[in-house]
């Protein structure tokens, strides 16, 4: 849909992936993107101010006006069953399900939020293929929870197997409906789907404990099963690798073996700095065009009403456009040659005026772009130069910063190093920096001999 735009927040154990899609005439594109990694192993409630944090600034900073919100889980938050029913329960598929969940879920039915997916049909055999996927209604409930903490709607909510799917049955240069497998590397957990006839036909994970030790051997035998389960016509079945930094072993034997064909992944066309964006770039497109594998598990009267500012603007183009053909008509009717120069010379007019408004935002974006330049040499009335060059002086070599944070006079630092203490007698030493504090305990990183730190101080303002 046209001038549409949606964000995609995808929620894992230890991390937070976000991309802000937008869709003029020129097709869709990723505006902005971020990835945020999550301290501890503290479970997602702990983790909710953090995480409401991190995508407040991120709305903030990239001017975000998303007119659709979706969100990803983990996998390991949901169960994914592949149901065949009768042809003749299609008309109130939700109700069936609805009665005997307990069948296929073992989980009590008031307990979860499902929603289903008809894969394929059968009309010879009266049979429907389903895909059902459920979810404890407390893990929905915490990112609906997450949404209300951050002041928007939620338009819906899905596992990243499905949003991984979804990228990849619209690929360019392919019909979709060729069996792929994909192996993705999701935090801690290893995620194994297929793809087939656009639809997410097969869904494991495999948790770290279990493929820590001999991840080459869980990845051929998880695709062997797999390739069974796709049941597929071709001799060779097609995968691809997400979210490794470096590809492992056990793609170099699937290269010598004739029954697998390692595809690569284009991210160029679509703008993806990795595959590790690839679910939220998914679950963004979601709020613009609708999406093969059509999984929603927030319930209908709790989703976001979505945002009809594009549908009304090209209603109005439409209309402008019907009226101008008409008035075309008319004045065909009445006197072709007199209107016909009217129309052109209204054409010519709206011509230069296009022109003159399309140099004004070439101009506005240079002035934004020397403005964003000149804050970010700033940060208050202290230059950040001065302030990151302190820092470094302060800073002893045995201690390192993860995250700076500087904003309206004040400086934040989380890092860690071999005596925190030592950090705030240097630091109270240098003419910059004043109200130097600890604003949190001093907790010891597991497995290293360092303290995990976080501070925060002022800065002297000059005259």
Known sequence: MLFQTSLGIDIQDHSVSLAYVKASFKGIRLAAYAVYPLEGEAPFE???????????????????????????????????????????????????????????????????YFDYQIVSEDKESGKLKLLLVAARREAIDMHLDLAAHIGIGISGSEISSTAIA???????????TGPLAIVSLRDDHLEI??????????????????????????????????????????????????GF??????????????????????????????????????????GIRKPQTDINLVPKERRRRPNRTGQYTLIALSGLLILLALAWGSGNIISQQLYSRRLNGEI?????????????????????????????LYSGRVPLLE??????????????????????????????????????????????????????????????NKEVFRIGLKLNQPS
């Open 46 to 112: 702990e983790h909710l101010d953090e995480i409401g944090g991190l995508i407040r600034d991120f709305l903030t900073k990239n001017r975000v006006s998303a007119g659709a919100v979706f969100s990803g889980m983990p996998r390991s938050k949901a169960i994914i069953r592949y149901l065949e029913l009768p042809s003749a329960v299609k008309e109130n598929l939700r109700e069936s399900l609805g009665y005997e969940m307990e069948k296929y879920i073992p989980l009590p039915g008031d307990d979860i």
């Open 348 to 376: 010519a007019r709206l011509g230069v005026e296009v022109k003159n408004i399309e140099q004004t935002r070439i101009q506005s974006e240079k002035i934004e772009i020397r403005i964003d330049y000149l804050n970010s």
């Open 193 to 242: 789907d297929g793809v087939k006839g656009g639809f997410l036909e097969y869904s494991r994970w495999v948790d770290l404990t279990e493929w820590a030790s001999n991840p080459d051997g869980v990845i051929a035998r998880e695709l062997e099963r797999g390739k069974e389960d796709l049941e597929s016509d071709q001799d060779r079945l097609s995968i691809a690798f997400c």
């Open 245 to 286: 930094d470096e590809p492992p072993e056990a793609v170099e034997n699937f290269k010598l073996d004739d029954n697998f064909d390692i595809r690569p992944i284009d991210l160029s066309r679509r703008g993806l700095p990795s595959s590790a964006m690839i679910p939220a770039y998914s679950l963004a497109l979601k």
């Open 387 to 448: 302030v990151l060059k302190e820092l470094s002086l302060s800073v002893p070599k045995n201690a390192w910063v993860r995250r700076l944070i500087i904003s309206d006079g004040k400086v934040e630092m989380i890092g860690a190093a071999d005596a925190a203490s030592e950090l705030i007698l240097s630091l109270e030493a240098s003419p910059l920096f004043t109200e130097v504090a600890f604003l949190s305990s001093i907790t010891r990183r597991g497995g290293e």
């Open 166 to 176: 979804n990228y990849f049955a619209t690929l360019e240069g392919t019909d979709g």
